[in-house]
Structures are given as C-alpha cells and as structure tokens.
C-alpha cells in the first residue's frame, strides 16, 4: 500500500504503481550517445594512464557541450526568426526538436 503522504506528493492514487520518470534518464543517455558518437578516434580509451583517461573523457564533454550550446543558439535564433516572419510557433512542436543533431556535422570538416 503506498503511503498517503507519498500518494499525494507524487501524484499517485491509492493502490497504483508509482511510474519511473525517465525523462532525466533519456536526457543523460542521449547525451552519453551524442558524446560518444563526437568521440574522436576511438570509443576505446586506449591509455592506462587515469589522469590523461580523465583528460579525455573531460575533453570530449566539454566539446560536446559546446556544440550542443551552439546548436540550441541556432534553433533559437530560426525559432525567433520565424516568430518575426508572423508563423506561429507551437511550444508541444518545439519540445520535440534536439540540440543532439548528428547528421548535418561534419566531424572531420570537409
């Protein structure tokens, strides 16, 4: 039986089963898979040494982020853009939209 106090600070009815939110876990996860196709060389860190493994890990996070970063600057800017042009713009289609975008970069440049 889930506790009262529980059943209402989360929602839950008497006798249902709490749901796991995996909004937060899909979000770690797409960003766990959006870095490690970023990865340059090899998804194998190929070094015993646990600073220089830290330094990579920490290298590749940092480039991800930031093309991340870049890439929800330029969806706002369109979204703005368009919002300027008078197209109205639905906050249920935009949700759907991601700054993990892995088929227009080119890694390697041209």
């Known amino acids: 039986m889930v506790n009262s106090l529980s059943a209402t600070h989360h929602?839950?009815?008497?006798?249902?089963?709490p749901l796991v939110d995996e909004r937060g876990t899909n979000k770690v996860e797409a960003f766990h898979k959006f870095s490690n196709w970023l990865m340059f060389a090899s998804d194998v860190l190929q070094d015993n040494d646990p600073i220089h493994q830290e330094k990579i890990i920490k290298f590749n996070e940092l480039l991800a982020n930031c093309?991340?970063?870049?890439?929800?600057q330029d969806i706002t800017k369109v979204v703005n853009d368009l919002v300027d042009e008078g197209w109205e713009v639905d906050p249920v289609d935009l949700a759907t939209v991601t700054p993990y975008i892995t088929?227009?970069?080119?890694?390697?440049g041209t």
């Open 11 to 17: 929602g839950w009815s008497q006798g249902a089963t």
């Open 67 to 72: 093309l991340i970063f870049h890439t929800a």
């Open 103 to 108: 088929s227009k970069i080119r890694r390697f």
